[in-house]
């Protein structure tokens, strides 16, 4: 259950970094060996983020993942963060699963986010946040059409149904969702995520150590 004291959660997605089962869309550019360095460094960059964060301001951080065993993402990225298998389907449901899952443990101001977002900040997590104290959906719009960070201080499962995810009207919808259902939406400035190989000019020097 949520602390008395902190009602506020960041739920990081990934997947396990196996090479040939994770950035697919790169391995063509990139080689598998490669594709899945590239995950595990964006990981590990948004949980340093997240983790920084957590040191500034009262938050709870929980990795929802794909991929290989607890005990197997607990050695990649440490046993002082909370795991939780993500469920079947598709990524709508996987997330509106996730929120369901913080709501009913006891959350209150909730914030999802990818690990391909090589640009993600503390200040940008806060800013999502505190966002939450005003909208009922908080987005950070990413360039390609989609959202790097979503924000929900209630659960909202009609947010990630029929939804074209992977493409680039996936931001348009939830926001035409959100209008649809009278939602008070916020967002947050648009970044750049890492899916094509495209996208690899913008990894540049954010995910260093």
């Not at 196996?18 to 697919?24: R, S, W």
């Not at 869309?25 to 590990?44: K, N, P, S, V």
């Not at 794909?66 to 997330?95: F, K, V």
Request: charged share 20%; aromatic share 8%.
């Amino acid at each position: 259950m949520a602390n008395l004291t902190n009602k506020n959660l960041i739920i990081i997605f990934t997947k396990f970094p196996e090479p040939g089962k994770t950035k697919t869309r790169l391995i063509r550019t990139l080689g598998a060996m490669a594709a899945a360095d590239c995950q595990r460094q964006m990981t590990e960059y948004i949980v340093r983020q997240a983790r920084h964060m957590a040191r500034l301001h009262p938050v709870s951080l929980q990795i929802h993942y794909e991929g290989d065993s607890l005990s197997a993402m607990t050695t990649w990225l440490g046993n002082d963060l909370s795991y939780s298998l993500q469920t079947d389907g598709d990524i709508g449901c996987r997330m509106a699963a996730s929120f369901a899952k913080a709501f009913h443990e006891g959350w209150c101001n909730v914030i999802l986010v990818g690990s391909d977002c090589p640009a993600l900040s503390p200040g940008i997590l806060h800013a999502g946040l505190e966002a939450l104290h005003d909208a009922d959906l908080v987005l950070g719009p990413a360039i390609d059409g989609g959202y790097y960070l979503v924000g929900l201080r209630s659960p909202h499962p009609e947010l990630f149904s029929d939804i074209a995810w992977g493409s680039k009207h996936v931001l348009s919808q939830t926001l035409a969702r959100a209008n649809g259902h009278h939602l008070k939406v916020s967002q947050l400035e648009p970044l750049h995520d890492i899916d094509r190989p495209e996208d690899l000019k913008h990894f540049r020097h954010y995910t260093r150590p």
